[in-house]
């Protein structure tokens, strides 16, 4: 993706919202928290009790009841802390599948435009790395401040009853650990943010120089070294943002554990100089109990500044999430999606112009395609004849008129509606990693067995799939690479016949298939666009000779219109491509 601009600031409400629908689950764990929290200050008076009256005056009984009480406590606290961390760790579990869902779902909603511009990886990245990073905050981060929170509050009234002026001492050093750990949590967030734009830039490297493309460009033009190169260099770019993310503050983190260890001996010295003629002013057991509370301010407060650390190391992940949840959908579904269950396939372009980028690709198209008719666009490079197509199957919106399938507005039509309608066959067919079953049902995932053998008779492939040692469980490879390129345009037929669309378009569908093959296409293509409306956008004019109506584009313009014959005997811009494309084929012949 092209480097945006610096997002917006994520806030607090906003990754609160995410956590509403399992409000009644949350609830159960802090909860639970509570009580375990709560139940953690008794101890310490329980041990007091022990060491100041139990033990000095040999009440077995009192003992034996204490120690029982301290023991249970440590049971249940326990056993509710597993239930505890059980519920938590599926509530943030069930918001990062929400996240992933959301994140997933709203790309599927975007136009062509956005993936032209963005690189697969980087999407990768987004959805499994940044997502998955953020796991931790968000599965612990609501259980740790309530459980911190309850154990400072009640620490902190436990100390007080005890001896307040022993708990300001303690507390007088708290804010020390408050300025060093905000200052640590803005560390981190710079260099987490610089690590997660790596790891993207490392993820689309590996996407795109080991997927079957990638590796074949790389073998053949002796590059593999250099790949190699780049990818160590990008590992060791990683391996040290990690190691900066991991060690930031840490220096300033261990000031903390010092005083937190020397704390209990600053208590008993102070404890030692308000001493009445040699004996303390707090009994052994209050001190020890003291000492133990105060641990219990300590810690909790700690874990609540390294949550702080870790939220706003957070931020950065979340911020690059929500950029993608709030990128605009500038292909939106129809809040009142028209009906048209029963399409005949009259397709019309009113008026249609398309920009992109700032450049006007299409000026002032208007075209009427009867039902059944045979429409063919052709012209140079560059001339708009793709950005044509895309606009029928609405990749892209029209800057202006409207394209409609019969009368209606296909703006008005939801995808599911448009995709049923209309089928389309590229020249870049996609097939994924699975068997040849699964990706020919990919167009209709109820068809019965019988109907997919139909479509790949029809689309003369069948024989070669049951020649097969696994016929249609045959796996076909990353993008189909186990058949050659005229195979998989078969295959992208028969998938597309199986959908049963009333308007095809075929996207220079042979092109790039050597003439013996394309014969063998053709012939699968004229069965597919038998009885439809077809749009052909065709490089080779050799495919176009039989069209109803072929129109000429040129610099996003239609120059020239009529049918085969008409079009030769005006000797424009259509003969002469006729022309060139006679002595091409003669020459390479």
Do not use: C
């Amino acid at each position: 993706m092209e480097k945006s601009k610096k997002p917006p600031g994520v806030s607090l409400r906003r990754v609160l919202k995410l956590f509403a629908p399992y409000r009644v689950r949350l609830a159960v764990v802090l909860g639970l928290i509570v009580v375990s929290a709560l139940s953690a200050l008794v101890p310490p008076f329980l041990l007091r009790e022990i060491l100041d009256f139990a033990l000095p005056r040999s009440r077995t009984g009192l003992l034996t009841l204490l120690v029982g009480g301290m023991v249970l406590l440590t049971v249940s606290s326990t056993a509710v802390g597993v239930l505890q961390s059980y519920l938590s760790m599926t509530v943030g579990q069930d918001v990062m599948n929400d996240l992933r869902n959301a994140v997933y779902g709203h790309l599927q909603r975007m136009s062509l435009a956005f993936f032209a511009k963005t690189r697969t990886g980087e999407v990768q990245s987004r959805i499994a790395n940044d997502i998955g990073g953020m796991s931790s905050t968000v599965t612990n981060v609501a259980t740790t401040i309530v459980a911190s929170t309850t154990t400072v509050f009640g620490s902190l009234a436990a100390m007080i009853a005890l001896d307040w002026k022993l708990t300001i001492m303690s507390v007088l050093i708290l804010p020390i650990f408050v300025l060093i750990s905000r200052r640590v949590g803005e560390e981190r967030r710079s260099i987490t943010q610089e690590r997660q734009q790596q790891l993207a830039l490392m993820s689309t490297l590996v996407e795109e120089s080991l997927s079957v493309n990638g590796f074949l460009l790389g073998r053949v033009m002796g590059r593999s070294a250099v790949l190699t190169s780049e990818f160590a260099r990008q590992s060791r770019e990683l391996t040290s943002l990690t190691i900066r993310a991991s060690m930031a503050g840490r220096w300033r983190q261990s000031s903390i554990q010092v005083i937190m260890a020397a704390m209990p001996v600053l208590i008993y010295w102070g404890a030692g100089l308000t001493a009445d003629h040699g004996r303390p002013v707090v009994s052994i057991g209050t001190l020890i109990a003291f000492t133990t509370l105060q641990q219990g301010l300590f810690s909790p407060s700690v874990q609540l500044l390294q949550v702080g650390i870790a939220w706003q190391s957070s931020l950065a992940l979340f911020e690059r999430v929500f950029e993608y949840l709030d990128l605009p959908v500038d292909v939106p579904e129809p809040a009142r999606p028209i009906p048209l269950s029963a399409p005949l396939g009259h397709v019309s372009f009113e008026h249609v112009d398309f920009s992109y980028g700032g450049e006007r690709i299409l000026h002032d198209i208007t075209i009427d395609l009867p039902a059944g008719g045979h429409l063919a666009v052709v012209g140079p490079t560059g001339a708009g004849k793709t950005t044509l197509g895309y606009l029928i199957s609405r990749l892209y919106d029209v800057s202006a008129g409207r394209v409609t399938i019969d009368g209606v507005d296909i703006r008005g039509l939801s995808s599911d509606t448009l995709a049923d309608i209309i089928g389309v066959v590229s020249q870049d067919t996609h097939l994924f990693h699975t068997t040849i079953s699964d990706n020919l049902r990919f167009a209709k995932p109820d068809a019965t067995p019988a109907e997919v053998v139909a479509a790949a008779q029809a689309a003369q492939i069948h024989d070669l799939i049951a020649g097969l040692p696994d016929g249609y469980d045959t796996i076909v490879g990353e993008r189909g690479h186990r058949f050659s390129g005229g195979e998989r345009q078969r295959l992208a037929i028969a998938r597309t016949m199986l959908r049963n669309p009333a308007v095809l378009v075929l996207d220079e569908a042979t092109s790039a298939l050597d003439t013996r093959t394309e014969a063998a296409v053709q012939q699968a293509l004229d069965t597919l666009a038998a009885n439809r409306t077809t749009i052909t956008i065709a490089h080779r004019l050799s495919t176009v000779r039989n069209a109803d109506q072929i129109i000429v584009l040129d610099h996003g313009r239609i120059t020239e219109r009529g049918s085969h014959r008409e079009l030769l005997a005006n000797g424009g811009h259509y003969a002469a491509l006729v022309t060139r494309s006679r002595l091409l084929t003669a020459t390479t012949g």
